[in-house]
């Protein structure tokens, strides 16, 4: 079955980088997600990458993908006050891509 | 950009009641539509799969006598949550896919806070 992990936590001062780190299970998943939650607001979706892709880069948020150890992570340079939120890997099942597994979640506390 | 709306934002009940929560797509139609249960420490757990005109597909240890779902129409997901119990108490989310062909079109409601009293 599908599972996938995040640490709880993570603090970071503002203007370093952040990395979220990010383990699953499922090996025949197609595509992986990167999501941010803020209080209020509905799941913003903030990346994607393929599974036969190893790396996706968007300005200042880095996706690397390590299929053999199944972990992925999301790099945000220069991190922001504005970044912290909690934020979700997922993973779509085989039969549904539309279908997702989320992570536990990462908790990003940026500070001055 | 699509939204998808989350009637109501927050509802407080009596144990033994049964509450409504409705997710609608305000800008396109929906075949699908997914719930998602938010528990306290942040982990999101899909529930089911709403299917416009069928009967909804249910994750495994989710009873669906406790949560009825109803697709009733391509832009309108109804999650009943019957005879509550503090421990229903939660944050419940929906999303709805705009097009199955891209990955970046799946819309995620607001939630709606669920409190049993």
């Known amino acids: 079955g599908e599972d996938v992990e995040q640490s709880l936590f993570l603090s970071v001062r503002e203007g370093d980088s952040s990395v979220i780190n990010c383990t699953y299970t499922?090996?025949?998943?197609?595509?992986l997600y990167w999501y941010k939650q803020e209080p209020g607001a509905g799941l913003q979706l903030l990346t994607y990458?393929?599974?036969?892709?190893d790396m996706k880069q968007d300005q200042r948020l880095t996706v690397l993908l390590n299929k053999k150890d199944k972990h992925l992570s999301l790099r945000i340079a220069d991190t922001q006050t504005g970044d912290s939120a909690i934020y979700f890997c997922?993973?779509?099942?085989?039969?549904?891509?539309?279908?997702?597994?989320f992570g536990t979640g990462t908790r990003l506390q940026v500070f001055p | 950009g699509a939204v998808v709306s989350q009637h109501p934002s927050w509802v407080i009940c009596k144990s033994g009641t049964s509450v409504k929560i409705e997710c609608r797509s305000l800008d396109f139609q929906a075949t699908t539509m997914f719930w998602y249960r938010q528990f306290p420490k942040q982990s999101l757990m899909l529930m089911a799969t709403?299917?416009?005109?069928?009967?909804?597909?249910?994750e495994q240890g989710v009873e669906k006598d406790k949560f009825l779902i109803n697709h009733a129409s391509l832009t309108l997901s109804t999650l009943t949550v019957t005879s509550a119990h503090p421990e229903d108490s939660s944050f419940y989310i929906c999303s709805a896919p705009q097009d199955s062909g891209r990955r970046d079109t799946q819309y995620f409601g607001p939630g709606t806070r669920l409190t049993v009293l």
């Open positions: 709403s299917n416009e005109g069928s009967k909804a597909t249910y």
């Open positions: 499922d090996s025949s998943s197609t595509y």
């Open positions: 997922a993973e779509s099942v085989r039969y549904n891509t539309d279908k997702l597994i």
């Open positions: 990458i393929f599974s036969n892709m």
